[in-house]
Structures are given as C-alpha cells and as structure tokens.
C-alpha cells in the first residue's frame, strides 16, 4: 500500500465520509490509521491496484459477486 493509494480513497469519499475521517483522526490522534480501517479495506479490495515496474500504479476496479445459496430440497419421506 502506498500513500497515493490513500490519498485516492480519500477522494473517492463523499463530503460527509471526509468530514467523518477528519473527525475520527482529531478525536483519535495515533490511535487512528486509516490504512487499517474497515472502509480504505473494502475500497482496496474493490479497487485492486496494478503496480508496474516504474513504482506507479492505476487501479482497476472489480466487482465482487455473492454466491448465492443453494435452497434445500425437502425428501418425500420427511412430511
């Protein structure tokens, strides 16, 4: 992870989440990282970053698909 990969998360946020993230670093002080937050983890999976040779990287964005649940048959024998 690198700072530029913060720096996007940060300004993929809204208004609110910003002011949100300011508040929770001032309240916070050291305890906060950002980095190790649920939201910039979610993002990163989100937003999986493709490093190149020369050190810079661009994101690409997947979408993850929920698998979906199988329904149990009832057996003939069980009413």
């Given at each position: 992870?690198?700072q530029?990969?913060?720096?996007?998360?940060?300004?993929?946020?809204?208004?609110?989440?910003?002011?949100?993230?300011?508040?929770?670093?001032?309240?916070?002080?050291?305890?906060?990282?950002?980095?190790?937050?649920?939201?910039?983890?979610?993002?990163?999976?989100?937003?999986?970053?493709?490093?190149?040779?020369?050190?810079?990287?661009?994101?690409?964005?997947?979408?993850?698909?929920?698998?979906?649940?199988?329904?149990?048959?009832?057996?003939?024998?069980?009413?």
């Amino acid at each position: 992870m690198t700072q530029q990969q913060l720096e996007d998360y940060k300004t993929s946020l809204s208004a609110e989440e910003q002011e949100c993230c300011c508040i929770a670093e001032e309240y916070l002080g050291s305890s906060f990282d950002l980095a190790k937050s649920s939201g910039f983890l979610t993002w990163l999976k989100k937003n999986r970053p493709l490093i190149y040779p020369d050190g810079q990287y661009k994101t690409k964005k997947i979408v993850i698909k929920k698998k979906k649940k199988k329904k149990k048959k009832k057996s003939a024998g069980s009413e």
